[in-house]
């Protein structure tokens, strides 16, 4: 996207802006005590992926078997922490996102754990707490050991809830004095879809063109296996640790902002199912200890049952909520579902259309819909607290675009000012962090897409990091120098930028 058409854009968004003058915001207008973060996770950040006692989890194999760019050194986080907590220093971050590589603590997913990792993190987390980085640790970020799988087939088979249990109980046990903020599952949902319905994320199952897979229950199975695994880790942390250590245990999901494409009841209806199906999967569980009724309704056998005792250990197991946030879509009714298969989106009976350029992958810029999530949880789900664990913006391009990354301030200053929105009018939001701190080695896309604040040079042997426009923006956001206009901020911003460096 073209940088000057991006600010007009922008800017026109502003004036259009719903709620009283939140285009013109500072720090100081959000809560005490929120917290305003940034996040990497393991596989994507740390590399070493065959160092010190680490065995593969299922991403290496899947990146691995099809030639796809991989993690095995990504930022090379395991030996530059020190460096990049550094950088978190400079930037003033009140907290970071990252998770913990089950593979590199345990390698073979159960059974004794790797000294060298444990110490790992242990250095890591105490790193962040020197230098007062609240640690908001994630348990499970696409990464199962491989050995899992190989065993008895990972998230497919009830084994896995004892075994995710025993992994959690070991950071907890282990991390919890430092670590108060837990994410067990990192969006849950969109990581079952991926992975079981669509394929294109490890282990890769699916009807169609996988090795493997069935697109009509292993979602199905799977999600109803994460939940059971959040709620029993989530259990074990308040029978155990949550007396001495004080800290929470959430689950985080993925929540696209879902509008209809017209006003026809029928789109009207089928944006609530779209709703249902992709965050009340597991958002109605956690809240009321079972699935949508329009998911029972449609999926039919094909959706698990909890039984009242899981029912009971399900509800109300999340202390907070993530929330992950990229896209909105508009949704558009198409029952009858196709005859003869289903999965996933044929049971939803909608097809979504998302405002993104196809050649340039760069998706509309929509605020709103980020605010009409975290304003549907807030009346939908009885107000939970809720921390934004993602949200960001990719730009592909070389560095002299990354640095001069404009649009991607436009995108955190409206985005930031939409959570401000809702928090002003209720929503429980106690935090956002920005994805990612750094350019990192992406789900989708290995390392062309870029999402970072600073940017991380892969083709240079050092990995060095410079700080992007953003890095410099989000900084003086967060220690609350200035109150920022769209078109006054980034100006003074680029002329400091070309004088400066943090
Ligand atoms: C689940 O794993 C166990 C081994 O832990 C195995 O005995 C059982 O057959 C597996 N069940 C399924 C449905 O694959
Ligand atoms: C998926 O599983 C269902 C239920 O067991 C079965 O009826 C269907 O044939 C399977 N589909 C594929 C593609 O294996
Ligand atoms: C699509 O969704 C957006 C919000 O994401 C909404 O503003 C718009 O009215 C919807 N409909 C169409 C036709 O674009
Ligand atoms: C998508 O981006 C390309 C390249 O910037 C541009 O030429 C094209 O007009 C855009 N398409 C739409 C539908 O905006
Ligand atoms: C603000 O909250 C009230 C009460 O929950 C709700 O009725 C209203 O629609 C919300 N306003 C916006 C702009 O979301
Ligand atoms: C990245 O590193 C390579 C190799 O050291 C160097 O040639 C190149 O100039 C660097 N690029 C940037 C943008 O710093
Ligand atoms: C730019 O630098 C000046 C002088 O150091 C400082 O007062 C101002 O707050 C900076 N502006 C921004 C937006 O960082």
Redesign the pocket.
């Known amino acids: ?2 940088c000057v058409v991006s600010l007009i854009i922008t800017i026109s968004l502003a004036l259009h802006f719903p709620g009283s003058c939140s285009h013109v915001y500072s720090r100081s207008d959000f809560p005490e005590g929120f917290a305003f973060g940034a996040g990497t996770s393991a596989y994507q950040w740390e590399g070493a992926a065959a160092e010190d006692g680490r065995k593969p989890s299922v991403w290496d194999t899947f990146v691995h078997s099809r030639n796809l760019d991989n993690g095995d050194v990504a930022c090379d986080g395991y030996h530059k922490y020190k460096e990049d907590v550094q950088l978190m220093v400079e930037t003033g971050l009140d907290a970071f996102k990252f998770s913990i590589s089950w593979s590199r603590l345990i390698p073979n997913g159960r059974g004794p754990v790797n000294p060298k990792g444990l110490q790992f993190y242990k250095n890591f987390i105490q790193e962040l707490v020197t230098h007062g980085i609240e640690p908001h640790a994630t348990l499970f970020h696409y990464d199962l050991p491989q050995a899992l799988e190989d065993d008895y087939g990972g998230w497919l088979n009830r084994t896995i809830v004892k075994d995710f249990t025993a992994y959690a109980d070991v950071c907890f046990r282990e991390f919890g004095n430092h670590v108060k903020f837990w994410t067990t599952l990192n969006e849950a949902n969109i990581f079952t879809i991926g992975s079981y319905n669509d394929g294109i994320t490890g282990p890769g199952r699916c009807s169609g063109n996988c090795k493997s897979g069935n697109s009509s229950t292993e979602p199905y199975i799977v999600g109803h296996n994460l939940l059971l695994a959040h709620a029993s880790a989530s259990r074990l942390y308040r029978q155990k640790y949550k007396d001495m250590q004080g800290g929470s245990v959430a689950l985080s999901l993925y929540a696209i902002g879902f509008s209809p494409l017209t006003t026809s009841k029928d789109d009207e209806i089928a944006t609530q199912r779209a709703r249902d199906f992709y965050l009340g999967w597991m958002l109605e569980p956690l809240t009321f200890g079972d699935y949508p009724h329009v998911m029972r309704r449609t999926v039919g056998s094909r959706l698990p049952h909890f039984s009242e005792e899981e029912s009971e250990l399900v509800k109300g197991s999340s202390d907070f909520i993530g929330i992950i946030h990229y896209l909105a879509a508009n949704v558009t009714n198409t029952k009858p579902y196709f005859p003869g298969y289903a999965d996933f989106y044929s049971d939803t009976g909608i097809t979504l259309s998302y405002t993104c ?4 992958s ?1 998706c509309a810029v929509t605020p709103w819909a980020l605010e009409g999530v975290l304003e549907y949880i807030k009346q939908s789900y009885g107000n939970p607290p809720v921390y934004i664990l993602e949200n960001g913006k990719s730009m592909k391009g070389d560095f002299q675009l990354q640095e001069k990354d404009t649009p991607r301030i436009d995108y955190l200053h409206v985005y930031i000012g939409a959570v401000l929105n809702a928090v002003r009018n209720g929503s429980d939001t106690r935090g956002y962090f920005v994805w990612s701190l750094m350019d990192v080695f992406e789900l989708l896309g290995g390392y062309s897409p870029r999402y970072g604040l600073y940017y991380v040079n892969f083709s240079d042997s050092r990995l060095t990091r410079s700080p992007k426009l953003s890095a410099h923006w989000y900084s003086a956001f967060i220690k609350g120098d200035t109150t920022f206009r769209v078109s006054q901020g980034i100006s003074q911003l680029q002329s400091n930028f070309s004088s400066s460096s943090l």
Not at 357 to 360: D, K, Q, R, V
């Open positions: 996207m073209d350029n196809i050649t340039t760069q």
